[in-house]
């Protein structure tokens, strides 16, 4: 069975940092581009950040360059996403899916909610 | 950045009839290269997590019900739900991936019996 679990959401202060986590099971982790898409509460989706299956290459959304960083260890089947300076604004639940091609995104986890409070 | 525009915001459509929901992009999708549009459908249905319906505007992704079928070209996209089902009660996004970073989704259209 496909399985996406992702870990590490929580309650983080303004300014602080926090890392999530998305173990992967029954698929191919290694041959496939990863992603995290954030989810406000009430809104729609964001897309935050993909890495290539190898790991060597990753982009981001403006409203989170040089603030996040996605990695991912294959050996691990886990994928990552390293949150600093975190603001109000980043408040969702993160979503990490797997993305065919660097296309679109074809499996999705549950989410980990993020909440961004003093 | 490419913008994806949804139509409407929401929609009531009866059990068994059909819904439309209208995507558009603020350029063209299309590579003339390939001939194929670069726009993906989703469903996220309450308190679940988005599952992808459809990709290259109109391939269905494998398990979903043949009533959900996607068309379009260049700059404008439709998915049609044929036979509405109390199942298909859900939020519809659309999604570019044309032009990326970044990829764009459009706002969502909520759709209910």
């Known amino acids: 069975e496909v399985q996406l679990l992702e870990s590490g959401g929580g309650l983080v202060q303004p300014g602080g940092s926090l890392r999530l986590s998305c173990l992967v099971s029954g698929f191919t982790f290694r041959s496939y581009g990863m992603s995290w898409v954030r989810q406000a509460p009430g809104k729609g989706l964001e897309w935050v950040s993909i890495?290539?299956?190898?790991?060597?290459?990753?982009t981001y959304a403006e409203s989170v360059k040089g603030r996040f960083t996605i990695s991912r260890d294959n050996s691990k089947k886990t994928l990552y996403l390293q949150m600093n300076s975190v603001r109000v604004e980043d408040t969702a639940v993160y979503y990490c899916a797997s993305s065919v091609g660097m296309w679109y995104f074809d499996l999705w986890g549950r989410g980990t909610l993020v909440t961004v409070s003093s | 950045d490419i913008v994806m525009t949804q139509s409407p915001d929401s929609l009531a459509v009866s059990l068994g009839e059909r819904a439309t929901i209208n995507c558009k992009s603020s350029q063209s999708v299309l590579n003339n290269a390939n001939k194929k549009n670069y726009i993906a459908w989703y469903q996220q249905r309450p308190g679940q997590s988005p599952r992808l319906l459809i990709y290259w505007a109109s391939t269905r992704e494998s398990g979903v019900p043949d009533r959900f079928s996607g068309s379009g070209s260049g700059t404008d996209f439709t998915l049609t739900i044929s036979r509405l089902q109390a199942e298909d009660v859900a939020v519809y996004y659309c999604q570019q991936y044309y032009r990326t970073p970044p990829y764009t989704f459009g706002q969502g259209t909520k759709l209910e019996i």
């Open positions: 890495i290539t299956a190898s790991g060597d290459s990753a």
